[in-house]
């Protein structure tokens, strides 16, 4: 069993802690002051700290950037008065796993060491990852050919049996709900509800009353009391998608249901407990949103346990013939025409692959529907592939592909300065915005004489 270090400077707390975790089986070392536990960290194999912040001498938070200089992949939990969050999040910053607030209950503890134990195991078997991709990984309607969507649904396989939380990442119509049904259906709560919600298409002021619920009369039209979402995914998995545009009062309430799984209903006093597993998702940059404080630093660092970057589709092109080809199947079967539309012809399927698709997978799947209510032959040809590209939007009249009187590398300048301009000066949003890694920008920045740091 793993073996626990815990630092604290109350002996009876220290004490408790011992016999609790001692209980489950763990093996405990205890320091009563950090001096003590990173001289027991240097002399035992240690797999787990749980340090206070708040200690005589050296500090907690020294202690946790002392250890993770020694080991960056040690799990260590914090704990720290409720009046210190402030100071926890500088914990996460520095590398701690989790945080607890005193006062807390045992039970909340053993969860919380529980998953960071479980989410170690999870980062030490990725980091293999790369040699195990040399198996193969499916999963019913998601085609991955190509590494980096194997490298998605091997992550998938790792953390679904767990019950860390999870932010999916991507550009819109990358397909982050199926790699949450997944991530659920290959968990152990499959056998439970999996329910999602979209923030962005509830207006702002229903959408707490949707993931907590209602009472009756708590406001003009509730006549009746009415569950929320996360009563409703209890037992399950609650999938909210577009999670960086929930508003700041319901960010409050969803980092309290992260930290003790309980909420109180719109309008009620009493206090519901569930066993939910949250998956967030995203298509925005959350550190932007951080910087700007549009979101919580604590809700970030208690949804981003297990980030899962989804890649745009132009990023893995090997899957475009296997998910034309889904589209097909499924499309032609629905128009009752599967007898008569058997394929695509190599000409189609050049002209699929050549597209940039800056509407992913989600692009790909209404050109092949579309293609398939128009086509008249078996197959589909290319003059059944309609592409919406911006140069037959912006520029159909002409045949040229640049404006007038700009060059290549002058049309590629301005997209760049441009890019930059509408993420503010950050160079890490303007190279999604752009479809280039931070590096490629980087290199592009410095050949058009830009500083890389005054382009900040």
Same mark, same amino acid.
């Given at each position: 069993?793993?073996?626990?270090?815990?630092?604290?400077?109350?002996?009876?707390?220290?004490?408790?802690?011992?016999?609790?975790?001692?209980?489950?089986?763990? +093996?405990?070392?205890?320091?009563?002051?950090?001096?003590?536990?990173?001289?027991?960290?240097?002399?035992? =194999?240690?797999?787990?700290?749980?340090?206070?912040?708040?200690?005589?001498?050296?500090?907690?938070?020294?202690?946790?950037?002392?250890?993770?200089?020694?080991?960056?992949?040690?799990?260590?939990?914090?704990?720290?008065?409720?009046?210190?969050?402030?100071?926890?999040?500088?914990?996460?910053?520095?590398?701690?796993?989790? %945080?607890?607030?005193?006062?807390?209950?045992?039970?909340?503890?053993?969860?919380?060491? $529980?998953? #960071?134990?479980?989410?170690?195991?999870?980062?030490?078997?990725?980091?293999?990852?790369?040699?195990?991709?040399?198996?193969?990984?499916?999963?019913? @309607?998601?085609?991955?050919?190509?590494? +980096?969507?194997?490298?998605?649904?091997?992550?998938?396989?790792?953390?679904?049996?767990?019950?860390?939380?999870?932010?999916?990442?991507?550009?819109?119509?990358?397909?982050?709900?199926?790699? &949450?049904?997944?991530?659920?259906?290959?968990?152990? *709560?499959?056998?439970?509800?999996?329910?999602?919600?979209?923030?962005? &298409?509830?207006?702002?002021?229903?959408?707490?009353?949707?993931?907590?619920?209602?009472?009756?009369?708590?406001?003009?039209?509730?006549?009746?009391?009415?569950?929320?979402?996360?009563?409703?995914?209890?037992?399950?998995?609650?999938?909210?998608?577009?999670?960086?545009?929930?508003?700041?009062?319901?960010?409050?309430?969803?980092?309290?249901?992260?930290?003790?799984?309980?909420?109180?209903?719109?309008?009620?006093?009493?206090?519901?407990?569930?066993?939910? *597993?949250?998956?967030?998702?995203? @298509?925005?940059?959350?550190?932007?949103?951080?910087?700007?404080?549009?979101?919580?630093?604590?809700?970030?660092?208690?949804?981003?346990?297990?980030?899962?970057?989804?890649? =745009?589709?132009?990023? $893995?092109?090997?899957?475009?013939?296997?998910?034309?080809?889904?589209?097909?199947?499924?499309?032609? +079967?629905?128009?009752?025409?599967?007898?008569?539309?058997?394929?695509?012809?190599?000409?189609?399927?050049?002209?699929?692959?050549? $597209? %940039?698709?800056?509407?992913?997978?989600?692009?790909?799947?209404?050109?092949? #529907?579309?293609?398939?209510?128009?086509?008249?032959?078996?197959?589909?040809?290319?003059?059944?592939?309609?592409?919406?590209?911006?140069?037959?939007?912006?520029?159909?009249?002409?045949?040229?592909?640049?404006?007038?009187?700009?060059?290549?590398?002058?049309?590629?300048?301005?997209?760049?300065?441009?890019?930059?301009?509408?993420?503010?000066?950050?160079?890490?949003?303007?190279?999604?915005?752009?479809?280039?890694?931070?590096?490629?920008?980087?290199?592009?920045?410095?050949?058009?004489?830009?500083?890389?740091?005054?382009?900040?």
């Amino acid at each position: 069993m793993p073996t626990i270090l815990i630092v604290e400077d109350e002996a009876k707390m220290r004490r408790l802690l011992e016999l609790n975790l001692g209980e489950d089986g763990f +093996k405990t070392l205890s320091a009563g002051d950090a001096e003590t536990g990173l001289k027991l960290l240097a002399s035992e =194999p240690v797999h787990l700290v749980l340090t206070d912040l708040k200690l005589p001498g050296i500090s907690g938070l020294e202690l946790l950037q002392t250890a993770k200089q020694q080991d960056p992949t040690l799990p260590i939990i914090v704990m720290t008065a409720f009046g210190s969050v402030e100071t926890a999040v500088e914990a996460m910053k520095a590398g701690a796993s989790d %945080y607890v607030l005193k006062p807390f209950s045992l039970a909340e503890m053993r969860m919380v060491v $529980h998953k #960071e134990l479980d989410n170690s195991r999870l980062r030490e078997e990725n980091r293999s990852l790369r040699e195990a991709l040399g198996q193969k990984y499916s999963h019913p @309607n998601i085609v991955a050919i190509s590494p +980096k969507m194997q490298e998605v649904l091997a992550t998938v396989e790792r953390v679904a049996p767990t019950n860390a939380t999870i932010l999916l990442g991507g550009e819109s119509g990358v397909g982050k709900d199926l790699i &949450a049904r997944a991530i659920h259906e290959k968990s152990r *709560r499959a056998s439970g509800p999996f329910v999602k919600i979209n923030s962005t &298409a509830i207006p702002e002021n229903l959408l707490e009353s949707e993931l907590f619920g209602y009472e009756k009369g708590a406001f003009t039209g509730a006549a009746t009391s009415k569950p929320g979402k996360f009563e409703l995914a209890d037992k399950g998995t609650l999938f909210l998608d577009e999670i960086g545009d929930v508003p700041p009062a319901t960010q409050v309430k969803l980092l309290r249901v992260l930290q003790e799984r309980e909420f109180e209903r719109l309008g009620g006093t009493r206090t519901i407990k569930v066993d939910v *597993r949250l998956l967030a998702a995203t @298509n925005r940059d959350l550190r932007a949103a951080l910087e700007d404080g549009t979101f919580r630093e604590d809700l970030y660092y208690r949804l981003n346990v297990v980030p899962i970057d989804i890649p =745009p589709l132009r990023e $893995h092109k090997e899957d475009i013939s296997g998910l034309a080809n889904l589209f097909l199947a499924r499309f032609a +079967k629905d128009s009752g025409r599967e007898e008569k539309i058997t394929g695509i012809s190599p000409a189609a399927m050049q002209l699929l692959v050549g $597209h %940039y698709w800056p509407g992913n997978v989600r692009e790909l799947q209404n050109v092949i #529907e579309r293609a398939c209510a128009l086509a008249q032959g078996g197959q589909l040809e290319a003059s059944d592939i309609q592409l919406d590209s911006p140069r037959n939007r912006n520029n159909a009249a002409s045949d040229r592909f640049l404006p007038d009187g700009m060059t290549l590398d002058q049309w590629e300048d301005e997209m760049i300065r441009e890019a930059l301009k509408r993420a503010g000066g950050n160079k890490s949003q303007a190279a999604r915005l752009l479809g280039l890694s931070r590096n490629a920008l980087r290199y592009r920045l410095s050949k058009i004489g830009i500083d890389d740091n005054e382009a900040e």
